[in-house]
């Protein structure tokens, strides 16, 4: 079992950049992919991007691809999501995701599908204004 808390948010205007931090505690962290999920009001949970137990392989959503980029450091049990160019639209609290296995799973849906994560931090606030 992992435990996940987020740290990072915060308010920022369009075109800055933002990095938001996972801390895992609990069990060996590099067993478990890692995925960040964002979820603005009124709309559903919506996946980010994901990162290997290795942290050698990652996958994004098309909205944000060439301007996220998630990554890992098991010796500090943290994974990390660097956000450039950031835009109004990406405004909504940010929640990392793990879950044991530490390999992408082949299908997009295991990948995307929240329901496929059991252990959820408690989110961070990104809010994009000008």
């Known amino acids: 079992q992992v435990q996940l808390v987020e740290s990072g948010g915060g308010l920022v205007q369009p075109g800055d950049s933002l990095t938001l931090s996972c801390v895992a505690s609990?069990?060996?962290?590099?067993?478990?992919?890692t995925a960040w999920f964002r979820q603005a009001p009124g709309k559903e949970r919506e996946f980010v991007a994901i990162?290997?137990?290795?942290?050698?392989?990652?996958f994004y959503a098309g909205s944000v691809k060439g301007r996220f980029t998630v990554s890992r450091n098991n010796v500090k049990n943290s994974v990390y999501l660097n956000m450039n160019s950031l835009k109004p639209e990406d405004t909504a609290a940010y929640y990392c995701?793990?879950?044991?296995?530490?390999?992408?799973?082949?299908?997009?849906?295991?990948?995307?599908?929240?329901?496929?994560?059991?252990?959820w931090g408690q989110g961070t606030q990104v809010t994009v204004s000008s």
């Open positions: 990162i290997s137990g290795s942290g050698a392989a990652t």
């Open positions: 995701a793990a879950e044991l296995g530490g390999v992408l799973p082949p299908s997009m849906r295991s990948r995307n599908n929240p329901d496929t994560y059991h252990y």
């Open positions: 609990g069990s060996t962290f590099s067993n478990y992919r």
